[in-house]
């Protein structure tokens, strides 16, 4: 029998993470147990705050005590919203318990920005994990030694397990239950909550938020001169010319200031115009292609799919709104 721990930090902890992983998991040793097996999961919903008010105090959660939780084989770790700075610094003591408890052979699992706790821990230096791309900028500041890779739902890795944003850790429920129970579980789960399986991505959801908060003057010029000139083939010599600084230093400072070369952040301010006329309007490929200054339809496609991992098309018909009938 595997032990569960689904920790409750203090401060501030997503409702949803922490039910929902609950629900999910029962739900799969039911199943297990259904067909015949012994149970498989004992779960517990722990921490160091004896209660935790959520949602303007409509819903409270009353955890074990954690010091009582000597040792566990799975730590589950909520989303704690936007609440991640003041959150980490409150929870040094959970914290401490969570990389004991992998120290003691235990797997961790966070849950959107439960990444924050994790990632304090240390024990994600030098690897990759995913969190909500919402906390990309601030997850890449506070913790420049992990590869954030927003772009993926779900990493894996060392026993430590990480997942995108909000809802997506029905996935990551997904496959905590493959590997603990069976594939066959994991599917039924998969149906009796609707959740699609083998989702691998979060690149299509990302929606791209310029960086312009760094201070750096002159590459807030850069970046208004890009936006504005989107249907022309910019030079970023002439741009570093213009701005009168070596096209070096300026490389050097745009990606500082923003985390993006002048060319990805072109890049993605194209595909992101280009998102916002698939999802709203009528054009075709073309007329959205040629909209943001591309005209080499095999190049605009390669682009498209790196940033959202899906085609044009594909994306159209994923987002774009239905007319609505009479």
Partial sequence: MKHVTIVVPDGYADLSSITGSFDILMRADELWRNR??????????????????????FFSIFPEDIRDIKITDLVIIPSVGDYYNGTVEKNAPLVTWIKEQYNYGAEIASICT?????????????????????????FKRQFPNIRLRTDRLLTAAGGIYTNGGSYSFLNLILLLIEIYFDRQTAIVCSKMYQIDMDRTMQSPFIIFKAQKN??????????????ENLT???????????LAISRR???????KAVGNTPVEYLQRVKVE????????????IFEVMT????S????????????????????????AQKARSA
């Fill in 36 to 57: 015949g097996n012994q149970s498989k999961l004992e779960m517990h919903i722990a921490g160091f705050v004896t209660e935790l008010k959520l949602d303007v105090g």
């Fill in 291 to 294: 909209e943001v200054g591309y």
């Fill in 214 to 227: 760094h201070g750096d003057d002159l590459v807030c010029q850069a970046q208004t001169y890009i936006e």
């Fill in 232 to 242: 022309e083939k910019i030079s970023f010599e002439d741009l570093a010319s213009r």
């Fill in 273 to 284: 115009v280009a998102k916002n006329s698939l999802e709203n309007g009528h054009k075709s």
């Fill in 249 to 255: 230093n300026f490389d050097r400072r745009f990606v």
């Fill in 114 to 138: 439960g990444a924050f706790l994790l990632a304090a821990t240390g024990l994600l230096n030098g690897k990759e994990c995913s969190t909500h791309w919402h906390a990309e900028d601030d």
């Fill in 296 to 319: 080499d339809d095999k190049a605009f496609r390669e682009v498209f799919k790196r940033i959202t991992g899906l085609s044009p098309l594909g994306y159209r018909a994923r987002f």
